[in-house]
């Protein structure tokens, strides 16, 4: 280095002004761009993901993604929509898979798949863009309160929580990532909504809500009373009461947004095995976290969460993440005369963030035993979800209220820098494996997918799971017929019979409510209890054709009125939002304002 010229520099003022002011010019500049504040962020998440950006695919614990996504394609190309039945599913007798698991991210990756992308690239894709969704919709919350500084600590810290490593590369839970994608929208729209009433924000609420019904159950049931005792603090907090009916409207529209799904997943439940749900290893009593590991502890494993300090797992919520948000609590207090607002804020966050983090831990049992339906839930664990975006949010409170200047970047530094010394070398999967969409889907792997959860939502007519693969063609059980041709769809089956004597025909397909029998176009009865030849009842379609000649028979999957009903109000609740929405963005859009300045 020439000293001599450094020297020089610093002894000539002209040149330091010159310096200061081309650096002043770039930090005006990248405060007004949202683009470049939103690059600098994204680049920040690569590492999160960067492990993914090769060919080939890994090994998760839930390996159902590919499958599922490549089900969602067959229904996309046969034009079911909404998509319910899936064709391979229960060992190739298909089943009604997506009546109960929520759609929403296949119909996304299907849209990737048809538009070129192999199946196992487009699900790498899409956990990519979850962590890149939550880091994103994070900052937009965080900055509308704190500004800049704070809405990159609280992104990363979230983005960067060893849950979120466990979600994706050791469970690939892909659903559940997303719906924390969400949260922070929520919490956003319902602000903006509460501080200055504008009709949009209740708009954007509900279909968030929507998205996150459709998106993951589990998640929504644990998140949307931590969004109402939010809506309901707000509004004690800016005395807005009157708003909060407006809020009821957004739910009851968000839910006819979902309904497609949501009614018929709860009110047909019962047609579907769904103990294997609550049972065995998804007993939620399993699942329960010590505070030493949900607190302390910072071990990694690619393993399964069992009762106690056995498990292979991490499950905590992050030392840096818990110590930055009491920090913030303290500096709360400590400025609760200058920040009233933000006090209140921090107050209301750390005790949503404590009440959560009670359900994880065993001495909540006596409210899973009384709420019968949190058994659902399964894992007590997938509080840490709603917990790590409290703490996330919390951390960023902290460095908003630290005095300005030199040590507010250096909390900031030193919180990331923690964080991913910590926790940065659980972003990798376990296994890599060399394979193409080939491999994944054909073979010993495909066979596996087959029947991987096979008793999840397999219809209750069937007394067990099917030990071996469905049969390509409909059996005759009785008389003498010729199968000519024969063709599976998405939610169908459809061939060309030659009867030669009166038949009874039992068909590769499960019955399920819906499901209609046609010969030469015109419905016939159908059964599901002929069950001979077989080691126990599987609830297969059975029907008979008395007449002789050559007959095209065509087994569908039909809305019940349930199904009828629901489809209507969601295509009548996307009809209203649609316009209004469009008229409320053109007077509105002059009247926004930044909120920053309204905190």
């Known amino acids: 280095m020439d000293w001599a010229f450094c020297n020089l520099y610093w002894q000539d003022q002209e040149a330091q002004k010159q310096m200061h002011s081309f650096f002043k010019k770039g930090l005006t500049s990248f405060r007004s761009s949202i683009l470049l504040q939103l690059f600098l962020l994204i680049i920040f998440i690569v590492p999160s993901f960067s492990s993914l950006l090769r060919a080939g695919y890994f090994s998760m614990q839930d390996d159902q993604q590919a499958f599922r996504l490549h089900q969602m394609v067959k229904c996309l190309e046969d034009r079911q929509l909404p998509c319910r039945w899936i ?21 996304l990756g299907a849209v990737l798949k048809i538009s070129g992308f192999q199946i196992i690239d487009t699900v790498k894709l899409l956990f990519i863009l979850g962590f890149i969704a939550s880091g994103v919709t994070m900052f937009f919350l965080l900055r509308d309160f704190f500004g800049l500084l704070p809405a990159y600590t609280g992104s990363l810290l979230y983005v960067y929580a060893p849950f979120r490593a466990v979600e994706v590369y050791v469970r690939g839970a892909l659903s559940e990532s997303w719906a924390l994608a969400l949260f922070p929208l929520l919490f ?110 910072n071990r990694w494993g690619y393993g399964s969460s069992n009762l106690g300090q056995t498990d292979n797992l991490s499950l905590s919520v992050g030392i840096v993440h818990w110590i930055a948000a009491l920090g913030a609590l303290v500096l709360a207090l400590f400025s609760i005369k200058r920040n009233v607002f933000i006090a209140k804020l921090a107050i209301l966050l750390v005790g949503l963030a404590l009440g959560i983090l009670f359900m ?63 926790y940065g070398n659980f972003f990798k999967p376990k296994d890599w494996l060399r394979i193409t969409d080939k491999e994944k889907l054909s073979g010993v792997i495909w066979e596996k997918q087959l029947t991987s959860s096979i008793f999840d939502y397999l219809p209750i007519y069937a007394q067990f799971p099917p030990t071996t693969k469905a049969p390509d063609y409909p059996e005759v059980l009785s008389g003498e017929a010729v199968i000519e041709s024969y063709n599976k769809g998405s939610d169908f089956q459809e061939g060309v019979i030659l009867v030669k004597s009166a038949v009874k025909l039992r068909v590769p397909l499960y019955d399920f409510p819906g499901m209609s029998v046609y010969v030469d176009d015109s419905f016939v009865q159908h059964l599901n209890n002929d069950c001979s030849g077989l080691p126990f009842c599987l609830g297969l379609i059975n029907f ?56």
């Not at 064709?87 to 119909?107: A, E, T």
Request: hydrophobic share 50%; net charge positive; with cysteine.
């Open 188 to 297: 956003l729209y319902s602000f903006r909504a509460v501080k200055n009433g504008q009709r949009s924000n209740y708009l954007f609420l509900a279909i968030v809500i929507s998205l996150l019904l459709l998106t993951h159950i589990p998640m929504s049931v644990i998140f949307l009373p931590v969004l109402a005792v939010w809506i309901f603090a707000l509004a004690i907090f800016f005395r807005e009461f009157k708003r909060l009916p407006k809020f009821v409207a957004s739910f009851i529209l968000a839910v006819g947004m979902a309904a497609f799904f949501i009614i018929p997943a709860i009110v047909e439940k019962g047609y579907v095995h769904t103990e294997t749900l609550i049972g065995g290893y998804f007993d939620y009593r399993q699942h329960f976290v010590s505070l030493g590991g949900l607190f302390f502890s």
């Open 360 to 422: 994880v831990h065993q001495k909540s049992s006596f409210i899973w035993e009384t709420i019968n339906f949190l058994a659902y839930l399964q894992f007590p664990w997938r509080f840490l979800g709603p917990a790590i975006f409290l703490l996330s949010f919390l951390a960023a409170v902290g460095i908003f209220l630290c005095p300005r200047g030199k040590f507010t970047l250096f909390a900031t530094l030193f919180l990331l820098l923690a964080a991913w010394s910590l």
């Open 87 to 107: 064709p391979d599913g229960g060992y190739g007798y298909g089943y009604p898979m997506f009546n109960y698991y929520p759609p929403s991210l296949y119909y």
């Open 544 to 599: 008979s054709i008395p007449n002789e000649g050559r007959h095209t028979i065509k087994i569908k999957l039909e809305n019940t009125p349930l199904r009828t009903f629901a489809n209507i109000f969601t295509l009548l609740s996307f009809s209203s939002v649609i316009p209004i929405l469009a008229v409320l963005m053109a007077s509105e859009v002059k009247s926004s304002r930044g909120y920053a300045k309204s905190v």
